[in-house]
């Protein structure tokens, strides 16, 4: 399993204005090899290679190995934007969306994230710094700090290339570390997990987590960014770019802490986690013009992605169900019907009476149909001899 792990670098003023000049050559580099690319339509790693590496070796005074990744980098985005226009997630071909993301090289800035192998960066965990190569020098010494369970999964795990970024005057490292999975165990029932916009998640044992603060913080981000965007204003858009940033990691966090207790209780009562596949469900559904910011915004997929990747690192069985009808179906007697839930928040069956929270027979839903996907996978399969 792939972990990525990020921690903080801690360079000196010194140290530091020799990563930006780093960051600011190896971006120059990746542009002008994106431009070449973008012209002759060679978007290829080796082409790129090939006709470009002295080049941008002598011009823009970057060793072999920086060079060789400047060029990968530019290879990757021109791949990703490929596969993204091929998913159609870049729009029609003739909508605007489109036509601009295809009809112009892509740009990096200055101050974007460079990946660096264990040819030109090194890690000295004992002593908490890095050894990496800058335009000015190979520079030793670079202090690093993060949690102790980080920490812990970078001294053990870390393998492949770590990412340098420069994000809010700080300077981070991200690395990815490959985790041996550890085995799957077979569960006695499952945990079903419903999510949604009031109550983010609500579990099958009746465990709500309710999203009335995140939807007040966010009521209220909203407001603020509208009087900001008014100002028009650098200081303005600086202050915007800030607050999306901290809003965005206010619902990650809340996403890590109800992720982490639901697995928590899964691994201690020997039970899996069930939850609806809900992809494309945005495209799926039309709201009224106030109800889109909402939508947009809820970060249910985070939510299933923290699920997901804890269960597998506890060993916690995980599986995704069909959504339809969850939320009208009885989970005692079977009958589905939209009378079946007259609020948002209550079910009541119209046929045998079960009376209950929605969102908590949701999740009995989602539990149940969980058993049945899950005995069908672990079926034996019968021999034909």
Known sequence: MKLVVRVKLLPSPVQATALEATLHACNRAANHVSRVAFERGIKDRNGLQRLLYTDVKSTFGLSAQPTVRAIKKVADAYTTLTAQARNGLLGK????????????????????????????????????????????GRMRGVAYTGSADQLK??????????????????????????????????????????????????TSDGTNYQGRGLRRYRNWCARKRAELQKKQTRSAKRRLARRAKKEQRHATHLNHKIAKEIVSVAQ???????????????????????QRGTLSSWPFHQLEQHLAYKARQAGVAFVEVDPAYTSQRCPRCGHT?????????????????????????????????????????????????
């Not at 020997?270 to 559904?285: H, K, M, N, P, T």
Request: hydrophobic share 35%; charged share 30%.
């Open 337 to 385: 019907e939209k009378a079946n839930r007259p609020t948002r928040d209550e079910f009541r069956c119209r046929r045998c009476g079960l009376a209950g929270p929605a969102d908590v027979v949701a999740g009995v839903n989602v539990r149940n149909r969980a058993r049945s996907a899950w005995a069908f996978v672990t079926m034996p399969v019968p021999s034909t001899a």
């Open 153 to 202: 999964v970078l001294d053990q795990y870390r393998k492949g290339e770590s990412d340098l970024v420069y994000e809010g005057g700080k300077w981070f490292l991200i690395a990815t570390c490959d985790v041996s999975d550890p085995e799957v165990s077979e569960p006695v029932d499952f945990i079903g997990v419903d999510r949604g916009i009031v109550n983010l998640a609500t």
């Open 93 to 136: 071909p003739t909508s605007q969306r489109y036509r601009a993301a295809m009809s112009h090289p892509i740009a990096f800035r200055p101050e974007a994230a460079q990946p660096f192998d264990d040819r030109c960066l090194s890690w000295q965990h004992d002593a908490r710094t890095v050894s990496i190569w800058t335009v000015h």
């Open 268 to 290: 201690r009562t020997g039970r899996g986690i069930a939850v609806e596949q809900l992809d494309g469900f945005r495209d799926r559904v039309r709201l009224r013009r106030d």
